[in-house]
Each structure stands twice: as C-alpha cells, then as structure tokens.
C-alpha cells in the first residue's frame, strides 16, 4: 500500500521512542494460565499472537524503541499481573508496568498496594469495558484510591468505552493534581464526531494516548494519520499526547511499520515536537524509562 510505505518518511533517529501501549503473553499456560473473562475471551489476540517478554523486547530493537509500559492484558489473565509482573526482571531498565485491580471489590486498595508494593508495578489501568455495574467509574469513593496512587507514585491509565469519555471530567476532578491517561482516547473516532473529547480540552491533568487503534482507521479510510494527530494537537497540545502500539493486541503488521506509522504521523511538527510525542510526554510520566 502506498500510504504505509510513505509511512517510512520523517524518521527521527535521535529521539528517545517510549510504548506507552504494549501487552505481554506467557508462551508457558501451565504457571500462568489463560484467564480471558468471557466479555473479552472472543478477542482472541492471545492465541493468535502471544509475545512474551523477551519477544517484546525484540520487536522494540527492530522498531527502534527503547522502552515500553506493559499493560496488563486483561482479556488475557483478568485481574491476574503476575505474568506481567514478572515480566519485568527481564530488563528493568526498559520496561515498568501498569497493572489492572477489580475497582468493584471492597479490598481494591489492598490489591493496588499489593501489586504495587510487592510485585513492582508502578502504574495501573482503571478498566471498565465494558461497562460494569456498579457505576464506579466517577464514584466519590474513587477519591481515595487516587489518594492511595499519589502516595504510592502509581501512574493511572483509563480505559473506557466512548459513551463514557463525558464522565472523564469528574474522573479526572477525584484525581486532583495526579496525571490521567486516557488509552485509546477513549475509543472516540478521530475521523468522525469528536466533540465529547474535545470538551476535556480544558482538564489540565488529562493525557492522551494515541495508539495504532486510532491512526490506522485513517490509512483504510483513505484518510492521513497526519491530520488526526495534528488536529488533536491543535486541542490539547502535543505535550499532553503520546504514542503507543497497542502491540501485540494489534499485530497485523511486524512491530517496526506500526512504528513507522507512529512516526509518520508526527512527520510535519517540529522535531522536538516529534521528540513530544513519541517519548517526552512519557518520560514525564515515566522518568525511570530514561535512557
């Protein structure tokens, strides 16, 4: 296709490239097996590209990248890190963890410093597709698990189906001053009505990841991922965005063209706003990932 390979173009050598968006799989079932809750079993990604550890790490040397969060893979192992936990031995420098905690349990909190404390995952993952009773999402009560995040220095992802994004304000509002990011934008189409997210322009704690999921839907649609990423740029500001791949979950192509099209996205802002993009809104959030 002629839109992926003009995806080459505008490569930054000298950049500092950060995942925010990466999943890890267990090749080995037996110490960490399958746990797909059955809303989520039908994606089916796991079992049709399982990357593990040591598989991720090669695929960012062939994208170029130097780091990468793993995010728990909840269609794969639900509330179970551990694999993803563990994971993290194999190369601390480059890789740290978002963990995902069962916000409708009363011992949420105690999971959250488990996970944290004990096992090394300094991030975690609100999760709510879909969406689940009871409404905890904008809950007050949340108030004290964003508490618990900021003594505990854990970074907070958000992922929520579009109908939800309206309630990122008051999220956002419970978390005070701590940093919220937004995976896949809250799965908004950038190409069609994007007035809900536009509205969260003004919420100074909220970032954006902008992943594979939302700039190829450009390419099929004869559209440029230049133009989506410029335009959110104009909203929110490239320094509250940032890339990730969403690899393995997407692996229709080899890990380096979805870098590629990472890169070719930001291609016409400057280059320390490409620099933005690709990893200092990460490294902000995730300084340890420095090289």
């Known amino acids: 296709m002629r839109a992926r390979r003009e995806c080459s173009v505008g490569r930054v050598s000298t950049v500092t490239i950060i995942d925010t968006h990466t999943h890890v799989v267990s090749h080995d079932r037996v110490a960490y097996p399958m746990q797909p809750p059955p809303d989520l079993a039908r994606m089916g990604w796991f079992d049709e590209h399982p990357v593990d550890a040591v598989g991720l790490l090669e695929a960012l040397d062939s994208g170029g990248v130097h780091g990468a969060v793993l995010v728990q893979a909840k269609g794969a192992y639900a509330y179970d890190n551990a694999y993803a936990a563990d994971a993290l031995g194999i190369d601390p420098a480059r890789l740290v963890g978002a963990s995902i905690i069962d916000m409708g349990s009363d011992d949420r909190v105690a999971q959250l410093e488990y996970w944290t404390t004990q096992r090394g995952m300094r991030g975690t993952r609100l999760f709510n597709i879909p969406p689940v009773m009871p ?24 992922c929520i189906v579009a109908d939800d994004v309206p309630r990122v304000r008051a999220v956002c509002d419970l978390a005070g001053d701590l940093p919220i990011a937004l995976d896949h934008c809250g799965f908004i ?65 080899p890990y380096a063209e979805i870098v590629a099209l990472g890169r070719y996205s930001c291609s016409r802002l400057s280059v320390s706003e490409q620099a933005r993009f690709l990893g200092g809104t990460a490294l902000e959030l995730w300084p340890e990932l420095a090289p």
């Open 135 to 158: 409404r905890w999402l904008d809950d007050p009560s949340m108030a004290a698990v964003f508490d618990r995040c900021r003594d505990l220095g854990v970074r907070v992802a958000l």
């Open 189 to 253: 189409d950038l190409l069609g009505d994007t007035s809900a997210l536009d509205a969260l322009a003004d919420v100074e704690n909220l970032r954006l990841k902008i992943t594979t999921t939302l700039l190829e839907p450009a390419l099929h649609a004869g559209r440029d991922p230049r133009e989506v990423l410029e335009r959110l740029c104009e909203v929110f500001g490239v320094e509250r965005l940032m890339w990730g791949s969403d690899f393995p979950q997407h692996h229709s192509e």
